[in-house]
């Protein structure tokens, strides 16, 4: 069975359309306003947990349990300058999703949003990590 050949304004090459320009990676990002206020969020919720923990360093014990067991038994002592562990991962996690989620961010924002809401929970666990080894927030 011979099929008729495609008619050639299939086969012809496109020629560009004078189609408005599409914005820039930073303009988009600068117009997504959920996506500013999570990424803020993370980032003050890491700089406040530094700034914490170098508020208490002083009065923190040395050396300090840093993880507990199943039965809450310290398996896992440390210095206390060890503490500092903790919001560095919360940096490196905030600083990770930022640089995987910019740059899909013009074909899957979704998938951008979901990072950096992602960063904004680690950093919230982390608070939470920090509050039951140091023993409160106050």
């Known amino acids: 069975m011979n099929l008729p050949p495609p008619p050639p304004e299939i086969l012809a090459p496109r020629e560009e359309s004078a189609a408005e320009p599409q914005p820039s990676r930073l303009t988009l990002l600068a117009r997504d306003h959920a996506l500013q206020i999570l ?5 003050l ?4 947990l530094f700034a914490y923990l ?3 360093f002083d009065a923190l014990p040395d ?3 840093l993880h507990f067991d199943a039965a809450g ?3 896992r002592i440390e210095s206390k300058s060890g503490i500092f562990g903790l919001p560095i991962i919360g940096a490196l996690v905030l600083a990770l999703n930022i640089a995987l989620g910019v740059p899909a961010h013009r074909r899957e924002r979704a998938a ?3 990072l950096a809401t992602g960063a904004l929970l680690a950093q919230v666990l982390l608070w939470f990590a920090v509050s ?3 023993g409160g927030l106050l």
């Open 39 to 43: 990424i803020a969020l993370a980032l």
């Open 112 to 114: 951008t949003i979901l």
């Open 54 to 56: 170098g508020i208490r």
């Open 45 to 48: 919720g890491n700089l406040a």
């Open 73 to 75: 038994l310290a398996d």
């Open 63 to 65: 050396p300090l349990p």
């Open 132 to 134: 039951s080894i140091i």
